[in-house]
């Protein structure tokens, strides 16, 4: 069974970070491009950042400088370190994993076809 399982999200100050971890079962992750996405309440979901088998990796310009995504081949996990967030960074954060053979670059929701449940940031001072 395929899942992908998002942890790490939580109430922090302005300034602060967390790492997001986004586990995969039932396929490995090394061989499929990921993207993280965010969803705010009352708008659409937007791609964070994203990674390809390659190792190149892609970052929407608001999150640029202060978010991180990496590989842990021997976890089978795609992080999303996050630093220095900002009261505009909440949203359920949603990790997701394309076909293999998926020639992906900034992340678009209709490129990703395997989700996560998805995991809560909240920016708070």
């Known amino acids: 069974q395929v899942q992908l399982v998002e942890s790490g999200g939580g109430l922090v100050q302005p300034g602060s970070s967390l790492r997001l971890s986004c586990a995969a079962s039932?396929?490995?992750?090394?061989?499929?491009?990921i993207g993280w996405f965010r969803q705010a309440p009352g708008k659409e979901r937007e791609g964070v950042s994203s990674?390809?088998?390659?190792?190149?990796?892609y970052y929407t310009e608001s999150v640029k400088g202060r978010f991180t995504i990496s590989r842990d081949t021997a976890k089978n996990t795609v992080y999303l370190q996050m630093n220095s967030l900002k009261p505009a960074d909440p949203a359920v954060y949603y990790c997701?994993?394309?076909?293999?053979?998926?020639?992906?670059?900034?992340?678009?929701?209709?490129?990703?076809?395997?989700w996560g449940q998805g995991t809560q940031v909240t920016v708070s001072s």
């Open positions: 990674t390809t088998t390659a190792g190149s990796t």
């Open positions: 039932g396929f490995t992750l090394d061989y499929r491009p």
């Open positions: 997701a994993a394309a076909n293999p053979r998926a020639r992906v670059g900034m992340p678009r929701v209709q490129d990703y076809i395997f």
